[in-house]
Nanobody
């Protein structure tokens, strides 16, 4: 299984970024794909997830209405569209896979596979 994130960068408050998570070796028929983030000195937290079986979407309260998760099953890519970014959205964003159907909010340590992360910095 390989998980590769891309799309991070530096953006001003109020700006947008779209992250991509390319997955290989993992069937997208069941389980879940999620986005987590970790700011310096803080614990890793769940941002959003999508169930691959039926497309159910989950969001952290802090990003509801601003972030949107989607998938392209044919290309095995999951996206995270982030709008109206705030400085507190800054962090290393990870994509993760879970073979089960996790509860939400989800503890990060139960997820099975992780990418290396992509940095998102929201600053003037």
């Amino acid at each position: 299984v390989q998980v590769v994130e891309s799309g991070g960068g530096l953006v001003q408050p109020g700006g947008s970024l779209k992250l991509s998570c390319a997955v290989s070796g993992f069937t997208m028929d069941y389980g879940a794909i999620g986005w987590f983030r970790q700011a310096p000195g803080k614990e890793r937290e769940g941002v959003s997830a999508i169930l691959t079986s039926d497309g159910t979407r989950y969001y952290a309260d802090s990003v509801k209405g601003r972030f949107a998760i989607s998938r392209d099953s044919a290309k095995h890519i999951v996206y995270l569209q982030m709008n109206n970014l705030k400085p507190e959205d800054t962090g290393l964003y990870y994509c993760a896979l879970d073979y089960d159907t996790p509860a939400w909010p989800s503890d990060w340590w139960i997820w099975d596979w992780w990418g290396q992360g992509t940095q998102v910095t929201v600053s003037t």
